[in-house]
T-cell receptor, first 114, second 117 residues
Framework: AQSVTQPDIHITVSEGASLELRCNYS??????LFWYVQSPGQGLQLLLK??????LVQGIKGFEAEFKRSQSSFNLRKPSVHWSDAAEYFC????????????FGRGTQLTVWP | GAVVSQHPSRVICKSGTSVKIECRSL??????MFWYRQFPKQSLMLMAT?????????EQGVEKDKFLINHASLTLSTLTVTSAHPEDSSFYIC?????????????FGAGTRLSVL
């Protein structure tokens, strides 16, 4: 069963526009949630994470994400996108396994128009 | 911040040879390291999970004898692609899970592009 769903394969926005990348998860309990960003030919960089507490979490590079339990969602947002934000974004879920495995969504490719 | 170094970043080898990829946690100890394979424009596929001092746990469909993993210390794990063939060409990424407070966070290396001729 799909644990993490990123419905948008590719999103294009203009520089300066707002951004929202969607992520839904399927898990009975509240998982630990992560957003990672990957630039071409690079590894993944952690943008932000949610473990518990305040459902609106702030990350690096001006990104934030909101955990909504009722919707099983953890959408990533940024008020004003910069050209350097063009990259692949992955949502990931930790479901509490002892091995610490993360389950990744398929990723969303972000293109930024100048 | 936590840094994971992966080496080499790119390797080209002849078919039939073996290639070793190193993954090091530079400023933290990693009880667990993960090895992923990523195909173009796709998500990460977990190959195996390695714990320091014990045998790696391989995902279904991943050949243990093909992809040898060694996790000899809390800061080093290696992936050896044995008798590489062109179909093994891919982008391999490692990650490390820190001991302690941030134990549920994985930090990623920059990846290794393997091209088998």
């Amino acid at each position: 069963a799909q644990s993490v769903t990123q419905p948008d394969i590719h999103i294009t926005v203009s520089e300066g526009a707002s951004l929202e990348l969607r992520c839904n998860y399927s898990y009975g309990a509240t998982p630990y949630l992560f957003w990672y960003v990957q630039s071409p030919g690079q590894g993944l960089q952690l943008l932000l994470k949610y473990f518990s507490g305040d459902t609106l979490v702030q990350g690096i590079k001006g990104f934030e994400a909101e955990f909504k339990r009722s919707q099983s969602s953890f959408n990533l947002r940024k008020p004003s996108v910069h050209w350097s934000d063009a990259a692949e974004y992955f949502c990931a879920v930790y479901r509490g396994s002892t091995l610490g495995r993360l389950y990744f969504g398929r990723g969303t490719q972000l293109t930024v128009w100048p | 911040g936590a840094v994971v170094s992966q080496h080499p970043s790119r390797v080209i080898c002849k078919s039939g040879t073996s290639v070793k990829i190193e993954c090091r946690s530079l400023d933290f100890q990693a009880t667990t390291m993960f090895w992923y394979r990523q195909f173009p424009k796709q998500s990460l596929m977990l190959m195996a999970t390695s714990n320091e001092g014990s045998k790696a746990t391989y995902e279904q469909g991943v050949e243990k004898d093909k992809f040898l993993i060694n996790h000899a210390s809390l800061t080093l794990s290696t992936l050896t692609v044995t008798s590489a063939h062109p179909e093994d060409s891919s982008f391999y990424i490692c990650s490390a899970r820190a001991v302690g407070v941030a134990k549920n966070i994985q930090y990623f290396g920059a990846g290794t592009r393997l091209s088998v001729l």
